[in-house]
């Protein structure tokens, strides 16, 4: 149980594009899904907190113009990068909990996003 | 201002014997506490959690200990198989953030035959 799946799991684009990345709680329902990005070598880095039905809560230092998220369903979040940099290339992981006191967030297996 | 430390960034052992994984955080709010287990390229696996209620929690082979006076935690794993070898990262979150998670730097565990 617990099965969060993360899609794309690779993307390669150009400088300018928007990126879409899907983020799915396959047997839980989840009204919260985080995003992080890790760096190379460094500890998951928490962007934003996304709530089903409500605004994201981005942290400190976190464009949300640039990071755009959408939580429309208990089993769906997405994360758009919008007019990406190569700067913004990085490794995006999501993650879900499920309701109740005290639950361990499942992640996905992560996005690799390299920007040309 | 990092809240949750790792102060090994990499650790050795044979395989049979007991790896020990230690963490140390300085945020007294934090009452829930998680390990977790990364291979390159993927997501964090969930281990194993405890509440700051208890001072230890036992999952077959994987046993976390908690010391809330020294705020420190720590990941027993025994006994230590090969394929243990990954990134494991410490977490911690505080009651009433909406389960927002603070990450450890992670320590590298490497099981030897």
């Known amino acids: 149980g617990a099965v969060v799946s993360q899609h794309p799991s690779w993307v390669i684009c150009k400088s300018g594009t928007s990126v879409k990345i899907e983020c799915r709680s396959l047997?839980?329902?989840?009204?919260?899904m985080f995003w992080y990005r890790q760096f190379p070598k460094q500890s998951l880095m928490l962007m934003a907190t996304?709530?089903?039905?409500?605004?994201?809560?981005?942290e400190q230092g976190v464009e949300k113009d640039k990071f755009l998220i959408n939580h429309a369903s208990l089993t769906l979040s997405t994360l758009t990068v919008t007019s990406a940099h190569p700067e913004d290339s990085s490794f995006y992981i999501c993650?879900?909990?499920?309701?109740?006191?005290?639950?361990?967030?499942?992640f996905g297996d992560g996005t690799r996003l390299s920007i040309l | 201002d990092q809240q949750v430390k790792q102060n090994s960034p990499s650790l050795s052992v044979q395989e049979g014997r007991i790896s020990i994984l230690n963490c140390d955080y300085t945020?007294?709010?934090?009452?829930?506490f998680l390990w977790y287990k990364k291979y390159p390229a993927e997501g964090p696996t969930f281990l194993i959690s405890?509440?700051?209620?208890?001072d230890k929690n036992e999952d077959g082979r994987f046993t976390v200990f908690l010391n809330k006076s020294a705020k420190h935690l720590s990941l027993h794993i025994v006994p230590s198989q090969p394929g243990d070898s990954a990134v494991y990262f410490c977490?911690?979150?505080?009651?009433?953030?909406?389960?927002?998670?603070?990450f450890g730097t992670g320590t590298r565990l490497q099981v030897t035959l």
């Open positions: 047997d839980f329902q989840a009204t919260t």
């Open positions: 945020n007294s709010m934090f009452d829930y």
């Open positions: 993650s879900a909990r499920d309701m109740g006191h005290n639950q361990p967030q499942h």
């Open positions: 996304s709530n089903e039905g409500s605004k994201a809560t981005y």
């Open positions: 405890i509440s700051s209620i208890k």
């Open positions: 977490a911690a979150s505080a009651y009433g953030t909406a389960s927002k998670l603070t």
